[in-house]
């Protein structure tokens, strides 16, 4: 039997959606099925056809990729549950639209009430790309303070935003604002050694102050939401701490609009706070994959499907 006291959930954000996401679980699983049977209730149109069947485009429109994400990692830990009913993780995290997703898992919010609010949330973030059109690069080879002084640098040529919008694992950080900043800076950033630059197929800047647009509406909509202290740590992006009051909670989701995500310091507090063993619950193992440059005597498990949640069940049972 494994050590549930040191271990961890993880879920993802925006990049892990892919057709087919949770279609086997689906399958499998009455419970999984549940959870996406619900979902099409709730948003009243057929979101488990698309996380199934696409189109892609559709699926990777940013008020549809949320609430995918979102349901398929509620439905990866139900059929978790299904046949680990004792698992009961110490610790829990999520990478941007997948900090939604942890609060939901450790019960802070109700799951129909975390599903209106992540489908607002990418319907706001839309619209705030509309008003305010961004672009991201993802980074190699640069650590935090060099990207911060690309950025800076950038800022300072063009007038223009740009921010480090991710700080995923030493060597991997994520850019975001305005275009002529964004490609202002990736020219830097190959001049101070990035190994590779790679602007993203996104028209959205997340978590940078292009996002303010957004903001006014999605607080409101966090007021209207019922939550509640969670019953497992979910360490923030924001603070990269543990939420553990109502307040703290709101204030989080608001400030993870336009701020950067903290993903590495978050994962190292967990760790310090006797975190030894992740398990990441989505389509694919971005996170999990990123746990041995973060720290390598942490386990990175990633449960994406039937497949890989079977081989866990064995190994932990």
């Known amino acids: 039997m494994s050590d549930w006291s040191t271990t961890a959930l993880l879920f993802p954000g925006q990049g892990s959606q892919q057709v087919g996401m949770g279609k086997d679980l689906y399958e499998a699983y009455p419970a999984a099925r549940e959870i996406f049977q619900q979902a099409d209730e709730v948003l009243g149109f057929a979101l488990t056809k698309l996380c199934f069947e696409g189109p892609e485009s559709d699926l990777n429109d940013t008020l549809n990729t949320q609430p995918a994400l979102y349901v398929t990692g509620i439905a990866t830990l139900r059929a978790l549950?299904?046949?680990?009913?004792?698992?009961?993780?110490?610790?829990?995290?999520?990478?941007?639209?997948?900090?939604?997703?942890?609060?939901?898992?450790?019960?802070?919010?109700?799951?129909?009430?975390?599903?209106?609010?992540?489908?607002?949330?990418?319907?706001?973030?839309?619209?705030?790309?509309?008003?305010?059109?961004?672009?991201?690069?993802?980074?190699?080879?640069?650590?935090?303070?060099?990207?911060?002084a690309v950025c800076e640098q950038a800022s300072q040529q063009t007038g223009?935003?740009?921010?480090?919008?991710?700080?995923?694992?030493?060597?991997?950080?994520?850019?975001?604002?305005?275009?002529?900043?964004?490609?202002?800076?990736?020219?830097?950033?190959?001049?101070?050694?990035?190994?590779?630059?790679?602007?993203?197929?996104?028209?959205?800047?997340?978590?940078?102050?292009?996002?303010?647009?957004?903001?006014?509406?999605?607080?409101?909509?966090?007021?209207?939401?019922?939550?509640?202290?969670?019953?497992?740590?979910?360490?923030?992006?924001?603070?990269?701490?543990?939420?553990?009051?109502?307040?703290?909670?709101?204030?989080?989701?608001?400030?993870?609009?336009?701020?950067?995500?903290?993903?590495?310091?978050?994962v190292r507090a967990m760790i310090a706070a006797g975190a030894d063993r992740f398990i990441e619950l989505g389509p694919k193992d971005v996170l999990a994959s990123m746990m041995k440059r973060i720290d390598r005597s942490a386990a990175g498990t990633a449960l994406t499907g039937v497949e890989s949640l079977r081989a866990f069940v064995t190994e932990n049972t």
């Not at 204030?251 to 701020?259: I, R, Y």
């Open 81 to 148: 549950h299904s046949e680990l009913p004792a698992a009961a993780p110490e610790f829990m995290a999520g990478h941007s639209l997948g900090e939604f997703t942890a609060l939901a898992a450790a019960g802070a919010v109700a799951f129909d009430d975390g599903l209106r609010l992540v489908r607002e949330r990418g319907r706001l973030m839309k619209e705030a790309g509309t008003i305010s059109p961004g672009a991201m690069a993802a980074l190699l080879g640069l650590d935090a303070d060099q990207a911060r």
């Open 160 to 266: 223009g935003v740009l921010v480090v919008a991710n700080d995923n694992c030493p060597g991997q950080l994520v850019l975001s604002g305005d275009e002529a900043t964004l490609d202002v800076g990736m020219a830097l950033a190959k001049d101070a050694g990035a190994k590779k630059v790679i602007k993203l197929a996104v028209s959205i800047a997340s978590h940078s102050p292009l996002m303010a647009s957004a903001s006014a509406a999605f607080r409101v909509a966090l007021l209207a939401t019922n939550f509640q202290p969670p019953g497992v740590p979910v360490y923030g992006n924001v603070k990269a701490a543990p939420l553990v009051a109502v307040d703290d909670i709101r204030s989080e989701l608001d400030q993870q609009l336009t701020n950067s995500v903290r993903w590495t310091e978050s």
